[in-house]
């Protein structure tokens, strides 16, 4: 649960439409409360209706503005339509969070089927490819792509407390597309910035820790990855999002913010 002030604020992103998306749970849902505590009109995109919908009063309940955006990032006639309806809602997007992702397979590749390659690629990779098609023709006067990577995106891991390789494919091609379009947009005043977190307490982590077959062992064991001591909270990497979604943020584009308890610097 998001930790920051429970009622919105003028302040840091006042007045900017975000589109969130993976914004039902976890990450997603701490940057979209987030953004709206800090006075964004947020977009709260999941294919989960139940648990966008209780963002969606989450941050109505605190005074904010949020839609509702029902939809599976891996359909590119799902994305283009969520997106017209927030554009004829608020008229254009300013801020796009993608933060949908799947967690990847937990073995290693030559035991990998292509049905279970495709699916990561399809939420991890393409999703961020159809939300950055549509959204970006919406960003009408600049605007800031906020788009997750990891620090499996940076480095490798192969223990039971690290993701396998399709997932690291994936997140170091979000790296890639990153960049790319930070450069191919900068003209229009379009920022493209990617995030890395380590290991975040998360319904996901928690997930991908259970199927180790020891949870208790490989929370310890992901903890300790880090020199900090600890996973890192949703709220951490939100921040981070706000950063990248604020003016503060104007000069910076196509670089990576890690944000991992200081993993990839032991």
């Known amino acids: 649960m998001t930790t920051a002030s429970s009622s919105v604020s003028s302040g840091r992103v006042t007045g900017k439409v975000a589109f969130v998306t993976g914004a ?8 979209a409360i987030m953004l709206a505590q800090h006075g964004a009109k947020v977009a709260v995109a999941d294919r989960d209706a139940d648990v966008a919908q209780e963002v969606v009063d989450t941050i109505e309940s605190m005074g904010g ?3 509702l955006a029902v939809v599976d990032v891996a359909d590119e006639d799902g994305v283009r339509q969520v997106i017209g309806e927030v554009v004829d809602r ?13 967690a990847g397979i937990q073995k290693p590749i030559h035991e990998v089927t292509t049905a279970e390659y495709d699916r990561v690629m399809d939420v991890n990779v393409r999703g961020i490819f159809h939300t950055t098609k549509y959204a970006i023709p919406a960003m009408t006067n600049g605007g800031s792509v906020i788009n997750f990577s990891s620090i499996y995106g940076l480095v490798g891991g192969a223990s039971a407390e ?3 390789s399709v997932y690291q494919a994936s997140k170091g091609a979000v790296l890639g597309m990153s960049r790319g379009d930070a450069m191919m947009y900068a003209s229009q005043g379009i920022r493209v910035n990617s995030i890395c ?7 996901m982590v928690a997930g991908f820790l259970e199927r180790t077959g020891d949870a208790a062992a490989a929370r310890t064991a992901a903890a300790a ?14 921040y981070g999002v706000l950063y990248l979604a604020s003016d503060e943020s104007k000069f910076v584009t196509g670089t990576a913010l ?4 200081g993993m990839t610097a032991a």
């Open 24 to 31: 039902g749970r976890g990450i997603g849902r701490a940057t």
């Open 65 to 67: 503005e949020a839609a």
């Open 90 to 102: 608020w008229n254009r997007i300013d801020v796009l969070v993608n933060c949908a992702g799947l």
């Open 162 to 164: 690290s993701p396998y």
């Open 197 to 203: 977190p380590g290991f975040i307490d998360t319904p």
């Open 225 to 238: 990855l880090h020199p900090l001591g600890d996973l890192g909270e949703p709220d951490d990497i939100a």
């Open 258 to 261: 890690v944000i991992d308890g």
